[in-house]
């Protein structure tokens, strides 16, 4: 009996505590009715950020995604040596035949060359060696004089002025490398020299009037030239004093001319 009232006490005792509970529950749901009535935007607004609103993880695997790919880093590149070792060709093995033949074409090659070299040789012979030694003197250059010979013996022809020229010449001759005997028959001409000189006069005319006619206003005047003992002498008519000015200019350029004579020249007046 005794248990019976203690179990009935705390019975009613658990449901007061539930009844307090339960209003408080009730009270708690009345308030929030209330506000969500009064402020139905901002309820909207609330669901609306619950349900758009991303986690924290989402939003960085959204990021995540939208980031570039980070380059993958290519391996360095091989770098060859700069000398490479060379392919060694197989030697190609040649018959006998092929080898002989190879070198008669060398021995023919060879011995084409050996003429060819033989014809580049220098050319030199005594007479032309001696005939040089006499133009090097100036006592015999002026005069011809001829050379024959052989092989060591030479023989000397022609004319000279003087007797000391003649002596002169044997003297030259003979000492010229490989030369053993000398045959001097030069002859002594006195009158020599002035015969050279004329002949000298003759060459220094003939030149002064091929330079005359390079000339169009020399060539107009029509002078006439001689020449003794290399003195030029020029004799004619014109009208300007400045033609025989030009005309002496071009004698006097010709080699061996020692002067030039125009007293013969006439300047005259056109009528």
Not at 178 to 201: C, F, G, R
Not at 232 to 259: D, T, W
């Amino acid at each position: 009996m005794v248990m019976n009232v203690r179990d009935v006490e705390r019975s009613q005792l658990r449901r007061s505590d539930f009844g307090q509970g339960a209003a408080l529950l009730a009270l708690c749901l009345c308030a929030l009715l209330t506000d969500q009535l009064k402020n139905p935007t901002l309820a909207r607004s609330d669901q609306r950020a619950s349900t758009s609103t991303p986690s924290s993880t989402d939003q960085s695997k959204a990021a995540d995604s939208k980031l570039p790919a980070k380059p993958q880093k290519e391996p360095p590149p091989v770098q060859l040596s700069a000398q490479e070792p060379k392919a060694v060709q197989p030697k190609t093995q040649t018959s006998k035949g092929e080898e002989s033949k190879a070198k008669k074409d060398a021995r023919e090659e060879g011995a084409e060359k050996e003429k060819e070299g033989a014809g580049k040789k220098a050319v030199s012979s005594l007479i032309l060696t001696v005939k040089l030694a006499l133009l090097e003197d100036p006592r015999l250059f002026p005069y011809e004089i001829e050379v024959d010979g052989g092989s060591d013996e030479v023989t000397l022809a022609g004319k000279v002025s003087t007797e000391a020229e003649k002596v002169a010449a044997a003297k030259i001759a003979s000492t010229v490398p490989t030369v053993k005997a000398v045959s001097n028959k030069l002859e002594v001409v006195k009158e020599l020299p002035d015969v050279i000189t004329h002949k000298q006069d003759d060459v220094i005319t003939r030149y002064v009037k091929e330079r005359f006619a390079q000339s169009a206003t020399v060539t107009a005047a029509n002078f006439d030239v001689k020449t003794e003992q290399g003195v030029v002498s020029l004799s004619g008519a014109v009208r300007f004093q400045v033609i025989v000015l030009e005309a002496a200019e071009v004698a006097r350029q010709v080699p061996g001319v020692k002067a030039v004579r125009t007293d013969k020249v006439r300047i005259e007046s056109e009528g």
